[in-house]
C-alpha cells in the first residue's frame, strides 16, 4: 500500500490523529476536539463513529473548549443517523454554549446560532428556529454570499415545520 495510492491526504491526517492523540494524553483541548472531529466525519480510515466522536467532545467540554459544545449540539440535532439524534440533550449541551456568550458578554457568532435555529427546529420549535435561521441569513448579507444557501435551505426546512438533518 504506497503513499501515492493513498493520496498524501490520508497520510498525513493519519499522521496528525497521532500527534492529536498524543497531544490529548497531556489534556491539550484542541487535539480532544480534534480527534472528535476524525470520528464524526470519518477521517484517516477511522469508521465514522458518533458515540465515540461524542465521547471525545465530552472530554473537550471538559475543558471548557466552547466548539465541541456547538459542534457536539450540532451534531446530536442534525445526524442522519437517528441512533447519534438526540434534540433534547442538544438543547442541554447548546445551553453551555449560550452560558459561555452570557456571561463573557459577548455575541454569539452566527454559526452558532445556525446551530442553535438546528436544535430548536430538533425540539419542534419551529418558530424560534425561523427567527434565529433569518438573523443568521440576514446578518450574513453580501459577504456570505458563497455559503448563503445552506442557510437559507435550512431556513426553508424550518419554515416548513421541518427539522435539518444531515444528508
Known amino acids: 500500500d504506497s503513499v501515492a495510492s493513498r493520496g498524501l491526504g490520508d497520510v498525513y491526517k493519519r499522521q496528525a490523529l497521532e500527534w492529536f492523540l498524543k ?7 484542541d487535539a480532544i476536539y ?24 465530552e472530554k473537550a467540554q471538559k475543558k471548557d473548549h466552547i466548539v465541541a459544545y456547538n459542534d457536539h449540539a450540532w451534531s446530536l440535532a442534525t445526524s442522519a443517523d437517528e441512533q447519534c439524534r438526540n434534540p433534547e440533550r442538544a438543547m442541554r449541551v ?11 458578554n459577548k455575541e454569539m457568532p452566527l454559526t452558532y446560532l445556525d446551530t442553535q435555529a438546528a436544535v430548536h427546529a430538533g425540539v419542534s420549535d419551529f418558530n424560534t428556529a425561523i427567527r434565529l435561521q433569518q438573523e443568521v441569513v440576514d446578518g450574513l448579507g453580501e ?7 445552506g442557510y437559507i435551505k435550512r431556513l426553508e426546512f424550518y419554515k416548513k415545520r421541518k427539522a435539518w438533518v444531515q444528508e
Request: net charge positive.
Open 143 to 149: 459577504q456570505g454570499m458563497a455559503i448563503i444557501p
Open 94 to 104: 447548546f445551553a453551555q454554549v449560550q452560558s459561555h456568550y452570557r456571561y463573557n
Open 34 to 57: 480534534n480527534v472528535a472531529n476524525y470520528y464524526i466525519r470519518g477521517f484517516a480510515d477511522k469508521p465514522i463513529n458518533c458515540q465515540t466522536a461524542y465521547v471525545w467532545y
Open 23 to 29: 497531544a490529548s494524553e497531556f489534556g491539550h483541548s
